[in-house]
């Protein structure tokens, strides 16, 4: 699978600020099945973020990870409980709000400028400035010269480069990041997630991290937070006490890593137990 940045535009909700908190209260989703059958995602999943801050999340395929971001964005709407974005009900799409997939979703009929240059447009701001500020972040992902390149000419680290591009031009308040880094290989994933964190030290938007890599996870966040085999809910948060800046590569032979890799793993490795003895019985 390939990268994939989305800005959600839509009627906004919430009133303009640098960051924004999330706060997701008993949170609870249920999805109406093909048989007229309902199957709960989420189950009193109480999860606080604060403004500003990387909260990382793990757990089981299957655990609601993904549904708690459409949460959170407002693509879906919570069946219970509460979800609350900068103090205010998400009861639409979440403004200043961007959404990175694991999918690809850029423009491949428009060249590498155009893609970074299209939510400023939309937007409303000015073609000129919109392009100037296009440049401008392609050069601090390193992709000055690959202007006029189309998706399908570039590798998947520079596909991931663009994306976040396309993303941080729109100064979110809110980054939400479903797995972008699976499909590559183990060193252009490193070397990406050195960038994001170079990035979003820029303007420190809040973020919710998704993914399957508990080693990801630690080296990138401020917390971890661990969710169960669903109905997912939260099962522990851990604070990641490590300094920041960090290169990934380096951090990962710090003893406090491992000492926070060995705490994580004893609490998610039930729950990836669990939810393989029920794939397996299926």
Known sequence: MTEAVQHIPG??????SATAGI?????TKRFRTPNGG???ALRDLDL????????????????GKSTTLSLISGLERVSAGEVLVAGQPVDGITAGTAFMFQTDAVFPWKSVLANVAAGPLF????KKEAIANARDWLRRVGLSGFEDRHPHQLSGGMRKRVALAQSLINEPRILLMDEPFSALDVQTRSIMSDELLALWDLSRPTVVFITHDLEEAIALADKVVVMTAGPGT???TFDVDLPRPRKV???RFEPRFVELYHQIWETLRDEVQVAYA???AS
């Not at 009627?11 to 303009?16: A, F, N, Y």
């Not at 403004?51 to 299957?62: I, Q, S, Y």
């Open 249 to 251: 590569q380096e951090i």
């Open 23 to 27: 706060d997701l209260r008993r949170a």
């Open 234 to 236: 939260i099962k522990a």
């Open 11 to 16: 009627r906004e909700t919430l009133t303009p």
């Open 123 to 126: 937007r409303g701001v000015p």
């Open 38 to 40: 309902v199957y709960t």
């Open 278 to 280: 029920r794939s397996t």
């Open 48 to 63: 606080r973020v604060a403004p500003g801050e990387f909260c990382a999340v793990v757990g089981p395929t299957g655990c």
